[in-house]
C-alpha cells in the first residue's frame, strides 16, 4: 500500500536542519578565523595581558575579567528588580494595572542598544558622576571594590552595568512573569485552603514550579549582557587593565572587537585575534549556559527549592 508523503513534517524538518546548519556555519566559521591566532597563542591567549598588533602579542585576560565583572553586576541588581517586579504583576496587580505596564515592559526590548547607550552617556552619566559614585565611594570606599579610583569621571563598569540591567530587565520580567502565570491556578488554591498565606503560596509553590521558566529568562538576560556591545563602548570606557572597582574604566570583550575590527579586518594575523576573542566569548556563554542548565536540573531531580 503506497503511504501518502508527509509533507508538513518534511518541511518542519527541513526548516528546523536549517537552522541548526545555520548555528554550525556560524560556529565553523568564527573558529576557522581565530584557529591561526589560537594555535600561536595556545593558553596564554586566555592568561595573557598584553594585547599589541606590533608585536604580535595577543592576551584576553583583562577583557574575560571585566567582561565578568560587568555581567555579574549587571545580573546582581537586574535579577531581584525583574523578579519582583515579574511577582507583582502576576499575582497582586490588578487587570487594569497589568496590561498597561506589561506592554510598557515588554515594548522597552525593542529599543535599539545604541539608544540605550546614548541614554546612558547624556543623562545617567551626570548622575553617576556628580551623586551615585560619590555617595558609594564616600560610603563603603573602605572597601576596595567600593572605592572610586577616577573620581569625577562618572564612566566605568557601574555606569555599563545599570544601562545593561535596564536593557535585559524586560526579558527577564516578561518571561518570568509568563512562567508564573501558567502555573495553574489549582496550585494556589491548595496552598491557600491549607491556611498558606499568600506570600508562602508564591514563595513555596509559585516560584519552584515556574524556576524553569525564571531560568530560561536569567539565561537570555545573562547572554544579552555578555553580547552587548554598542552601549558597552560608549559607557565603559577604555582601559585594558584589570577592574579593580566597580567604577573601574575597561575594555569587555565585545566593545574590543567593535572598536578594532573596522581597521584590522584587512590584516589576517589581527582579524584572526579578534574573531579568537569572539570564539572564546562563545565558548563562555555554552559554558554558563551549561552551568545554569546542569544547577536547574539538580534542583528539579532532587526536588529543592531554589
Not at 552617556?121 to 576596595?144: C, S
Request: with cysteine; proline share 6%.
Amino acid at each position: 500500500m503506497n503511504q501518502s508523503i508527509d509533507f508538513p513534517k518534511i518541511g518542519f524538518l527541513a526548516v528546523s536542519m536549517l537552522s541548526i546548519l545555520s548555528v554550525f556555519l556560524i560556529f565553523g566559521f568564527i573558529f576557522h578565523t581565530a584557529a591561526p591566532v589560537l594555535a600561536k597563542e595556545g593558553f596564554s591567549f586566555l592568561t595573557g595581558t598584553t594585547w599589541s598588533y606590533a608585536d604580535h602579542e595577543y592576551g584576553v585576560f583583562t577583557f574575560i575579567v571585566t567582561t565578568l565583572v560587568m555581567t555579574a553586576i549587571t545580573l546582581i541588581i537586574a535579577c531581584p528588580l525583574s523578579i519582583c517586579t515579574a511577582v507583582f504583576l502576576a499575582e497582586w496587580a490588578p487587570a487594569w494595572m497589568d496590561r498597561p505596564i506589561s506592554s510598557m515592559i515588554e515594548l522597552l526590548v525593542g529599543i535599539p542598544s545604541v539608544v540605550y547607550g546614548l541614554f546612558g552617556f547624556y543623562i545617567l552619566e551626570k548622575v553617576f558622576r556628580y551623586h551615585i559614585d560619590p555617595f558609594i565611594d564616600a560610603t563603603l570606599g573602605f572597601i576596595p571594590i567600593f572605592a572610586d579610583p577616577t573620581p569625577n569621571s562618572g564612566s566605568g563598569i557601574l555606569l555599563a552595568s545599570s544601562v545593561l540591567t535596564i536593557m535585559i530587565l524586560p526579558t527577564i520580567t516578561a518571561l518570568t512573569r509568563e512562567a508564573m502565570v501558567k502555573v495553574s491556578l489549582d496550585f494556589r488554591e491548595a496552598s491557600l485552603s491549607l491556611g498558606a498565606t499568600k506570600w508562602e503560596t508564591i514563595r513555596k509553590i509559585v516560584l519552584p514550579i515556574a524556576f524553569p521558566g525564571i531560568l530560561t529568562a536569567v539565561i537570555l538576560g545573562l547572554m544579552r549582557a555578555m553580547g552587548e556591545t554598542m552601549a558597552v563602548v560608549m559607557l565603559i570606557g577604555n582601559v585594558n587593565s584589570v577592574p579593580k572597582s566597580i567604577f573601574s574604566d575597561g575594555v569587555a570583550m565585545t566593545s574590543k572587537i567593535l572598536c578594532d575590527i573596522g581597521y584590522y579586518v584587512s590584516f589576517p594575523e589581527p582579524k584572526s585575534a579578534l574573531f579568537a576573542i569572539g570564539a572564546v566569548l562563545l565558548l563562555m556563554e555554552f559554558l554558563f549556559v551549561a552551568s545554569i542548565r546542569l544547577v536547574g536540573h539538580y534542583f528539579g531531580r532532587k526536588g529543592l527549592k531554589p
